[in-house]
């Protein structure tokens, strides 16, 4: 029973986390392109969106990570496991590299080539702020596509003990 449970609360968590990163990408991000604000107040409105869903988010893979482990150990680890919490470190990883680096970061160029005005310099500024963004989205996809990765691993590590048992019973 508490396997099933801790089974659950794990498909559950790897839900809401891949449908958190899917809508901050797909649709949050988006919204806030067509509002139609400059780019310094963009980057500060999707900056205070990503700390306050840092907050939630957070949590989220934490105790992702905690029920995991917990399955992995009322299962019996098995390979589906120790794969999952391989790409659960590396969401770890891109996790606080997004929100350490790119958000400040980009706030920071928006802010900068505002004050250049229309120089050379905030041609330059708008131009290393694109880049930083394409990299930041590009990451963005890498995190959704591993997130889908571990919603699959969290799902079959329990249908994997499950066959198991159906067979040992025939």
Do not use: C
Request: charged share 15%; net charge positive.
């Amino acid at each position: 029973m508490l396997g099933a449970i801790a089974h659950t609360l794990h498909v559950i968590l790897a839900a809401a986390w891949l449908g958190g990163v899917v809508f901050t990408t797909t649709v949050v991000s988006p919204a806030l392109k067509s509002m139609g604000w400059d780019e310094a107040d963009q980057s500060r409105v999707r900056s205070v969106i990503g700390r306050q869903y840092a907050k939630v988010g957070t949590a989220n893979l934490v105790l992702l990570l905690v029920f995991a482990l917990l399955e992995g150990a009322l299962s019996g680890f098995g390979p589906a496991h120790y794969f999952e919490y391989a790409l659960l470190a590396v969401l770890f990883g891109l996790v606080a590299s997004h929100g350490a680096h790119f958000g400040r970061r980009l706030v920071e160029l928006a802010e900068a080539r505002k004050a250049a005005g229309n120089s050379e310099k905030a041609q330059m500024l708008a131009l290393r702020r694109r880049r930083l963004q394409r990299l930041s989205f590009s990451i963005s996809i890498l995190n959704i596509l591993i997130s889908a990765a571990v919603m699959i691993l969290a799902t079959y590590a329990r249908q994997g003990e499950v066959s198991h048992a159906r067979s040992a019973l025939a």
